[in-house]
C-alpha cells in the first residue's frame, strides 16, 4: 500500500516531483543523518546509490546507523551501489564489501554483483540485448552491489 512507504530526500525539488508522481507517499525533506522515524519502525530498509556519493565517512557512519536504528530487529536493509569508483566522477567513490561490513557491525550480508557497467550496456543495447545479458550474467563487468543487510 502507498501510504506504508516513505522516503526522504534532502533536494526540496525532488521531494515535490515525487510527491506530484506518488500523492500517497510519505515523502521528507531531511537528512538521513537524522532519520524521522522511531526506533525499529521499519521491516525494509532501502538506499539506493546513496553512499557512493558521500566522500565523509563519518556522515557514511551516522547514515548506517540511522538505518539500523530504524530498522525492525527481523527486518532488512536492501542495498544497491556502486562497488567500483567512476573514473570520470571525482564525487562519486565506489563502496566495496569491508566497507560495506564495517558500517554495519554485527549484521548478516549477502551480496551479489549486478549491473552491466552503463557505458558498456549504452553501447552494446543498440546492438544486441542478449550480448549484455550475457555480460551481465559473467559479472565482470558489472558495476553494484545488491546486498541484503540483516541484524
Known sequence: MPENLYGIDLLADRIETAKKLSPHLNLYLGSATDLPFEDKF??????????????????????????LRVLKPDGIIIWY??????????????????????????????????TLAPPIARLLVPISWMLCELLEKIRIFNTHYLAIIKK
Open 42 to 67: 521499519f521491516d525494509i530498509v532501502i538506499q539506493f546509490t546513496v553512499f557512493t556519493s558521500i566522500l565523509d565517512y563519518s556522515m557514511k557512519q551516522k547514515i548506517a546507523k540511522e538505518m
Open 81 to 114: 551501489d556502486y562497488w567500483i569508483s567512476k573514473p570520470t566522477n571525482p564525487d562519486v567513490k565506489g563502496v566495496g564489501k569491508q566497507e560495506i561490513k564495517k558500517l554495519f557491525p554485527n549484521c548478516k550480508f549477502e551480496f551479489h554483483r549486478i
